[in-house]
């Protein structure tokens, strides 16, 4: 007969939980572009009625070199409502975080409502009345980045309600010696060792 020691010693071992798998290499922060709200009130050339971007609603990410864009866009335009998943993004601002009146941050998203690209640029100026929509319908996609050419005259409001945030996120650090003496802190790490891990599992440098 089987003693209760030797028993509870098999239930161990079958019970014991299995190794988890090793956890990704972490990563820095992303580049993102969030926006809500609606615009306001303007008029175009040949029109007799009044437009505005209402139902706004955008959230984009990408990483820092502007591949692997993700999310969604969607506003609607007088009658019209646009909405697809974003296919690019590129950041660009002299600050590593949300712009400001003096200091703008800006992104170039491109997505697919209707099955057609088309192009928004977001201008983060810190709220307040000042943040910028622009709409450049249908555009022909470039080979690298999300600059193209648009295939339709640029349509431009000021959003009186609601933000355009646009974040733009240091790129990814290259050396163990850039994750040193606080470094990590600007590429959004959460410590020294999680940016010398992320070093760790990069390509070498051609």
């Known amino acids: 007969m089987v003693g209760l020691p030797a028993l509870s010693l098999a239930f161990a071992v ?6 988890a798998a090793p956890a990704p290499p972490p990563t820095p922060a992303l580049d993102t572009a969030v926006a809500t709200g609606s615009s306001e009130t303007f008029t175009l050339p040949g029109l007799h009625f009044p437009l505005s971007f209402s139902d706004l609603s955008i959230n984009a990410q990408s990483d820092t070199s502007g ?15 646009f909405s697809g998943p974003v296919t690019c993004l590129s950041v660009t601002g002299p600050d590593r975080g949300a712009g400001t009146a003096t200091a703008p941050t800006t992104a170039v998203l491109q997505f697919l409502p209707f099955g057609i690209l088309t192009e928004v640029v977001l201008v983060d100026n810190g709220g307040n009345g000042a943040d910028v929509i622009s709409e450049g319908g249908p555009v022909v996609p470039a080979p690298t980045g999300c600059s193209a050419t648009s295939g339709g005259s640029t349509i431009t409001a000021r959003l009186t309600k609601g933000r355009a945030v646009v974040f733009d996120a240091p790129p990814g650090p290259m050396s ?3 994750c040193k003496d606080g470094g990590w802190k600007q590429f959004g790490f959460k410590n020294q060792g999680q940016c010398i891990a992320f070093v760790g599992h990069q390509p070498p440098a051609p």
Request: charged residues 10%.
């Open 14 to 19: 079958f019970t014991a939980p299995a190794s």
């Open 67 to 81: 591949q692997n864009a993700s999310g969604t866009a969607s506003f609607t335009l007088g009658e019209l409502t």
């Open 176 to 178: 163990k010696e850039q």
